[in-house]
């Protein structure tokens, strides 16, 4: 009697957590899929579901050349922050990975510190200094801020591939013969690249939308597609933008994907 | 060298390859921030006299602290919702084969790695007067007109903890792999129900995670301008909004940058008490 009584209450938990867990999965990927429906309407305004099916948007969307320069300038600023990020990140990961030294934690804290602290308040900070130095506002200053909010991605994921190292394997490389800078070409280099690559597309993502620093280090020349899209939705709900939403879920599955299978990336997040 | 006789141990690297990124991070995020602090201590706008008035300003100013406080307790809303419905999807993980593993994942990071802007813009389009939600209800029957989601408490805290989920339901599925699950089978087999052991074993083994979760999540709602702004409209003011529109609109830069420096330390002091919290349980959980 008592296991038929627990077999119930069992039972109550599993279909509780099921079905929470159910609803919040529905709840994290619907707002993806509603603006995919949207996107595909054949009227005028966001209304769901649509009237009918075109890709009209889409192809104004071809012609929407604000957009296509806003779109430009991000991906001009996020491969140089990427760039940046994976030179300056993976040379620190080096240094701090695999010491447990006091400077190594201070260090380790600070280069993390953006993640946590608002970026708009570093934003308004950078802008300032930049002004006491007289640097005017350019895609050199977008570069620097972008880089310094998206950095800490490449340093915790190389860390995260440095501490997975099997000391064994660097010894033996050493003992038999290898110089340090050999081993590190051959062996350490090769290990850690899926992480190093997985942290530079966590950074690049994180660049391209980055609004809060941008909004201060840009100049009017150099309209940055996320403030853009932004200063749209504020105006006027344009089904334009519903369509380039399209095309960046769109873009985004696909490179996951494509990260997926060269980096593992799922495993990479969770362990 | 003498140096050379001694085996130098081949795993560590010489700290001081951080000194480029040190150098950088010195020059362009600790020298700006410093500069932020002098800044706010000026009383005028242009920045030449000395003084705490910024901050008395903001601390009598009842309109400021409200702003202050509906903020913080907005984030305290979205890390609860992220909470309650993170956990469940951690548990799920662990509970299904792997093709279903990845998929979740793959679900769980979609929003992490979309637009902020598009991920926002879809909120609109559900919770908008011709949205979704309300579609539903009108044809349901359950309403008779358009209600008002857009630009409400409710529609920013659901759309934020949709946004911010990532940042709670990975730090859970990594607390709860590493939990042995003889803890779980010890408990059950021991007379314990199933939701007796999910509170006294599961959840307290878990709390670094969920610790982790929480910083994480919290730090993201209360900072997040793009989804604050959009969703919930004019009406609604959060800080850093309060911040831009006093950095740009009115170019009160000492202002702002006071405005800054306290929502600095209130998200410093959520972080560092997180933190506490998490080295504590670690004690408690790290079996």
Redesign the interface.
Known sequence: MGGRK?TW??I???VV??A??????I??????L??LI?SFTNGF????PPPGYSARWYAELWNAWQLHFAAKNSFVVAMWSTGLSI???V??A??????A?L??RV?DS??M??????????G???L??FS?VGMPVSTLTLI??H??VC?PYV?RNTVAALAQ?E?TL??S??ILGAS?SY?FRRIVLPLIRPGVIAGGF?AF?SS??N??VS??LRDAATDML?IR??QD??GK?DVT??AL?GV??IA??A??AIM?RVTG??KR??? | MAAASV?RD?????????A???L??LV??????V??FV?SLHNDTAGVVWGIGQYVHFLTDPFSLSVLGSTLLLGVEVTALCL???F??A??YHRVGSRAK?L????????L??????????????L?R???IN?TLLSIGAIDAPVRLLYTQFGVVLAL??VQ?PLMA?PL??AL?RIDMNFEDASCSLGA???RT?WKVVLPLSLPGVIAGC??TY?AA??A??TQ??IGGGQMLF??MY??QQ??TLQN?PF??AI??I??LA??AV?TVFGMLGRLSRGYGGA
Not at chain 1, 20 to 25: C, T
Not at chain 2, 104 to 111: E, F, G, M, R, Y
């Open positions: 627990r209450e069992a109550s938990f599993e957590m099921t929470i867990a159910l609803i919040a999965l709840v994290i990927i619907a707002p993806s509603v603006v949207v305004s966001l209304k769901f030179v300056l990140g040379t620190a080096l240094a701090i990975a695999r010491s030294t400077s190594a260090l600070l280069f510190s953006p993640l946590v602290l608002p970026a708009l308040a570093f308004l900070s950078a300032m200094l006491l620097i801020g880089t310094v950095v340093v190292l000391p660097l010894e490389s050493t340090r081993t966590i993502m391209f939308d609004v809060p909004l201060f996320p899209m932004w939705l504020e709900l933008i519903a939403s960046l879920i985004t599955v490179l996951m997926e990336l799922s997040l969770t362990s | 085996p081949v795993t560590s690297y010489s700290i001081g390859l951080a480029p990124l040190t950088f991070f362009f995020f600790v020298a700006p921030l500069q932020l800044l309650v419905l993170g469940p999807i548990w799920l990845t979740i994942i793959l679900i769980v990071l979609l929003p790695l979309t637009s902020v802007v598009v991920r926002t813009f879809a909120w609109i389009v559900i908008g011709q949205g979704i579609s903890a949709q989920m990975l599925i990594t792999g129900g199933s939701w999910f910083t994480l730090a209360i900072t301008f793009i702004s959009l800080m850093p911040l831009y950095a740009s830069w702002a940058s800054s420096i929502f600095l998200v410093l972080v």
